[in-house]
């Protein structure tokens, strides 16, 4: 045949058709064919026909998007079928599509299997890429080699035909001395071997069925002893099937028709045996599944250990089930699996304690750096934990903080530094400054006024700011005046003392000496008047300074009596009391600083109290709603598991039952199936075994044995494999025991490795607590050190001080009264002073102590609140766990009653299908000559051989092919691919 396809062409229509035309030849001749039926079916249905032209042409208007089948027929010829697969067009593609279809017919020989054409010649398919139809040309060459191996096969037949002659004349004559000898069944099956030969042998056939008569006559005289027999033979089978009542059943109709037989008897005692044997078989066997079930339901529940145990009493019922060891051998395995994966987070849960211990140790130690280290490397290790999260996050904020201290405190010891810097140059400056006014005193005293000034100039170019050396340049150059003899006015003109007074000397020099007599009289007489009230008005600012002194002591008295009293309220937390005292002592001082900072820790203390108060309550109440909710869900958990528990026992027993009644009546069926079926072979077999073996007997029995043989050796082989795989697999699980016992005893070395290291860690962490406290012990002598120095060096300051002062008072005489207010002040300024740093440091101590109270109390709180949690977590995961339970279980028992409905569905579906038997099969046209058993016949093929055999089992008949090629052998039944296996178990053996 020729399939050419033009260029689909495009034309404008109101419709759009497929356009199909072409014309119809005879094969291997340009002569084209009229008279030939063209038929078209759309998508299955008849839609259009018509017959070629003279001229062997035809052409069709059809509708776009179908399926087509053109079909081809003429008799005597090749019809064909050619499929064309339009549909796939799409909706968007415009215009009418043309498809040139040239078929080509031949005539058929006698003989030729024209079912062959019964299946489509050739297929189509629109391509949306290429925009046409295209055919599937390899299936056209496969439908061409089929005609050419039908053709091959008839070209053999011919050549065969004068062999299958005589092999004919030979079955007739064997079929005839065979019921010469009332062999009846040899003569039928000679003569149904002939007929195979030539179906249409009418003498033939009518010897068949003469033998046939032949056969039923001798059946119904042997009728009586071949049933007792039958009937014993199938009570035997049916015992052997533990089928006891139909043996029963067998046995007791042999003994009715020979009531004096041994067999049926015997027969009747050995089911009566069998049944007990069964019934107590059944209850082991009933335990041993119910055994196996809860077993399996604790493998799958990864309880191992329960289910080793169950495995092994399953064993202990059937020793000889593999089943259950290969089980126990698996939770073995993955028990060790589990044991590893263990280990392995018991040794990360190590490095993490220690990792933990050695961060906490840093952090407590205030190496916070560190400590952030090593917590994020315990993170790694365990990453789902809370703790070395907020630790390490604590760590970062206590690393700022002290990196924010560490600026405070340089800055702090740098303003210290510049304060004591300037205090030491101060401290010189005033030693300089009084060895100075020491000197200018010493010449003030021996009346060198302008020597004395001169010196009291220095001091003042030292301490600028001072009053003294001022005052007594004042007074040296008012004695250089009354020396000099200038009027006091004039001295008060002019401050510059000494270049005034020589400029008036020089100018007095001119005068009269009377004059000047008279003048220094009044002079002198006026620095007694002012002398007289110099000394008054010093009187009275000395007793009013007297008086302010005496009220700002009483002043401090008061409020030194009411801070100490108010701190001793506040030492014994009586807040009310110390808040009254302070609010007193402000009365006293308003703008005091150390009583406002008091009053302000004792409203933060009160408050602190009601939260404790409060949070204690809380924690009470929240601990005892969590101890009542965690026991509700236990008891609700308890009593859903046990309605569980009962629903599943319930349902497990009833589909045990189910199952149980299926079996039995699914085995019954069988058993009384397989008894007809053996029943009928044994009764052929029994037939055919009458007479001697005969060349046909001879030919298939040698053919049995041989692939008797050649199973046997594939079953000894597979033995071998089998035997060494089990070897091999002993071995390995020797060697994977060997390798989790090395594995565990490492395991069990890495435990005790970390025990030893965190005992020496653990002893590295005292030695290293030790050593701090010996560093903090150490610290604070060093710190006892230095505040007992600058408290012996603020003494001596004082005391240092307090000479300058009396060696004031002793020789300056006079001039001191004149700084007696200014050294009050600082006296007062001094002690108050001391009194702010005393009451600071008590106050840094007490703030101190409270924070550490307080971090105390924050820490516990801390602890309390991460036990909480940690219950709370612990609460929350079991009964997740539970819900994850009772969900499995839910899932399981869902999963277990939809096999169990498949199950049932599938035995009710099998129920409905009646079994058919070989008798129930209609023969189809042409296999009424088909012998009973195998038949076999070969022909060759381009290329290779093909091997057909026929089996026939009553009226079944089923044709095996075997396609022996270069490329390799192939099996087919029915058309369908098969296995060797198959086909040596399904065609080499009669009445099988």
Same mark, same amino acid.
């Given at each position: 045949m020729?399939?050419?396809l033009?260029?689909?062409?495009?034309?404008?229509?109101?419709?759009?058709?497929?356009?199909?035309?072409?014309?119809?030849?005879?094969?291997?001749?340009?002569?084209?064919?009229?008279?030939?039926?063209?038929i078209v079916y759309q998508d299955g249905v008849l839609f259009d026909q018509l017959t070629t032209s003279a001229k062997g042409d035809y052409d069709f208007e059809l509708p776009l998007r179908h399926l087509y089948t053109f079909s081809f027929v003429l008799d005597g010829h090749s019809n064909k079928q050619i499929e064309v697969d339009a549909s796939g067009i799409p909706e968007g593609v415009i215009g009418n599509r043309n498809m040139d279809l040239d078929m080509s017919m031949l005539p058929l020989p006698n003989g030729f299997d024209a079912s062959i054409f019964e299946d489509a010649y050739g297929r189509g398919e629109y391509d949306p890429d290429k925009n046409t139809v295209v055919f599937d040309n390899n299936y056209t060459v496969r439908m061409r080699n089929r005609v050419n191996a039908e053709f091959a096969r008839l070209e053999r037949l011919?050549?065969?035909?004068?062999?299958?002659?005589?092999?004919?004349?030979?079955?007739?004559?064997?079929?005839?001395?065979?019921?010469?000898?009332?062999?009846w069944q040899k003569a039928i099956d000679f003569y149904e071997s002939a007929l195979s030969l030539f179906p249409d042998e009418q003498e033939v056939i009518a010897k068949r069925d003469q033998a046939q008569s032949g056969l039923d006559a001798a059946n119904a005289s042997n009728a009586s002893a071949a049933a007792f027999q039958s009937l014993l033979d199938e009570g035997d089978q049916a015992l052997s099937r533990d089928d006891l009542e139909k043996a029963?059943?067998?046995?007791?109709?042999?003994?009715?028709?020979?009531?004096?037989?041994? #067999?049926?008897? /015997?027969?009747?005692?050995?089911? @009566?045996?069998?049944? !007990?044997?069964? &019934?107590?078989?059944?209850?082991? =066997?009933? #335990?041993?599944? /119910?055994?196996?079930?809860?077993? @399996?339901?604790?493998? !799958?529940?990864? &309880?191992?250990?329960?289910?080793? =145990?169950?495995y092994s009493e399953a064993s202990v019922l059937k020793p000889g089930e593999r089943y259950p060891q290969n089980q126990i051998d698996e939770a073995e395995t993955r028990k060790s699996d589990l044991a590893s994966q263990a280990a392995d987070i018991v040794e990360r849960t190590i490095q993490y304690e220690a990792l933990i211990d050695e961060a906490n140790q840093m952090f407590r130690d205030d190496d916070y750096e560190n400590a952030l280290a090593k917590y994020e490397e315990a993170g790694l290790l365990l990453p789902a934990e809370r703790f070395w999260q907020q630790r390490a996050e604590a760590s970062r904020e206590r690393l700022e903080e002290m990196l924010s201290d560490q600026a405070a405190r340089a800055a702090r010891e740098l303003a210290a530094a510049e304060r004591a810097a300037a205090s030491a140059e101060l401290k010189e400056k005033r030693r300089k400054y009084d060895a100075i006014n020491d000197?200018?005193?010493?010449?003030?005293?021996?009346?060198?006024?302008?020597?004395?000034?001169?010196?009291?100039?220095?001091?003042?170019a030292v301490l600028p700011d001072e009053r003294y050396p001022q005052q007594r340049i004042n007074e040296a150059q008012q004695r250089i005046n009354e020396a000099a003899g200038i009027d006091e006015s004039d001295d008060k003109e002019s401050e510059d003392g000494t270049s005034v007074a020589e400029n008036k000397n020089d100018r007095k020099k001119r005068i009269d000496r009377d004059e000047e007599e008279s003048r220094e009289g009044a002079a002198a007489a006026q620095t007694d008047d002012s002398d007289a009230e110099i000394d008054s008005e010093r009187s009275a600012r000395q007793a009013a300074e007297a008086n302010a002194r005496a009220a700002a002591e009483a002043t401090e008295d008061e409020y030194d009596a009411l801070i100490a009293e108010a701190d001793n309220a506040f030492d014994a937390s009586n807040w009310t009391e110390s808040r009254r005292r302070y609010d007193a002592a402000l009365r006293v001082k308003p703008n005091d600083r150390y009583a406002k900072s008091r009053l302000?820790?004792?409203?933060?203390?009160?408050?602190?109290?009601?939260?404790?108060?409060?949070?204690?309550?809380?924690f009470e109440e929240r601990a005892a709603v969590r101890e009542a909710q965690r026991l509700r869900e236990e008891q609700e958990f308890e009593s859903a598991e046990e309605m569980e528990r009962a629903a599943q026992d319930a349902e497990r027993q009833r589909r045990l039952d189910e199952t149980a009644a299926l079996e039995k009546e699914r085995e019954k069926q069988r058993q009384e199936q397989a008894g007809l079926d053996r029943k009928r072979a044994e009764q052929m077999m029994a037939n055919l075994n009458a007479s001697e073996e005969d060349e046909v007997e001879t030919y298939f029995s040698e053919a049995l044995r041989s692939e008797a043989i050649a199973r046997k050796a594939k079953v000894e082989e597979a033995k071998r494999s089998q035997a060494e795989l089990i070897s091999e697999s002993a071995a390995n699980a020797v060697d994977r025991r060997a390798t989790r016992q090395r594995q565990n005893e490492d395991l069990d070395r890495l435990a005790q490795s970390n025990a030893q290291t965190a005992v020496r860690n653990q002893e590295q962490r005292i030695a290293s607590f030790v050593e701090q406290q010996e560093e903090y012990r150490q610290k604070e002598n060093a710190a006892q050190i230095r505040s007992n120095?600058?408290?012996?060096?603020?003494?001596?300051?004082?005391a240092n001080e307090k000479a300058s002062q009396t060696r004031m008072q002793s020789d300056r005489g006079r001039d001191y009264t004149l700084n007696v207010p200014d050294l009050d002040s600082k006296k007062r300024t001094w002690r108050n002073l001391f009194r702010g740093i005393k009451r600071s440091a008590e106050e840094k101590r007490s703030v101190s102590s409270e924070n550490i109270a307080s971090t105390s109390k924050r820490y516990r709180e801390i602890g309390r609140g991460a036990n909480e949690r940690s219950q709370?977590?612990?609460f929350a995961s079991r009964r997740q766990a539970k819900k994850v339970d009772r969900a499995l279980s839910k899932r399981e028992r869902e999963s277990q009653q939809r096999a169990y409905d498949k199950r049932k569905d599938e035995k009710e579906r099998l129920d409905k299908m009646a079994v058919k038997s070989p008798q129930d099969y209609q023969l189809a046209e042409g296999d009424e000559d088909v012998l009973q058993g195998v038949s076999e016949e070969s022909y060759d093929i381009p290329n290779g051989l093909v091997i057909e055999r026929t089996v026939r089992d009553g009226n079944k008949v089923t044709r095996y092919r075997k396609v022996v090629t270069k490329t390799g052998t192939y099996y087919f039944k029915a058309d369908h691919s098969i296995t060797s296996v198959t086909w040596k178990r399904e065609t080499s053996m009669v009445l099988d």
């Open positions: 020729i399939l050419a033009f260029v689909v062409m495009e034309s404008m229509a109101q419709e759009d058709l497929f356009l199909v035309f072409g014309s119809v030849k005879l094969e291997d001749a340009n002569k084209r064919l009229p008279g030939v039926d063209v011919d050549s065969e035909s004068e062999r299958m002659r005589e092999n004919f004349d030979d079955f007739v004559r064997k079929g005839d001395r065979s019921g010469a000898a009332k062999e029963r059943d067998a046995f007791s109709e042999a003994k009715e028709l020979q009531p004096d037989a041994r #067999e049926p008897r /015997e027969g009747l005692r050995r089911v @009566d045996e069998r049944e !007990e044997a069964m &019934q107590a078989e059944s209850e082991s =066997n009933a #335990e041993y599944l /119910e055994i196996i079930e809860d077993a @399996d339901k604790y493998f !799958e529940r990864e &309880q191992y250990d329960r289910a080793i =145990n169950l000197e200018a005193d010493v010449l003030f005293r021996n009346d060198d006024y302008e020597s004395a000034i001169v010196i009291y100039e220095k001091a003042l302000s820790r004792i409203d933060k203390a009160e408050a602190g109290e009601t939260a404790i108060t409060e949070d204690g309550n809380d120095r600058l408290i012996e060096n603020g003494e001596d300051a004082v709370e977590r612990w």
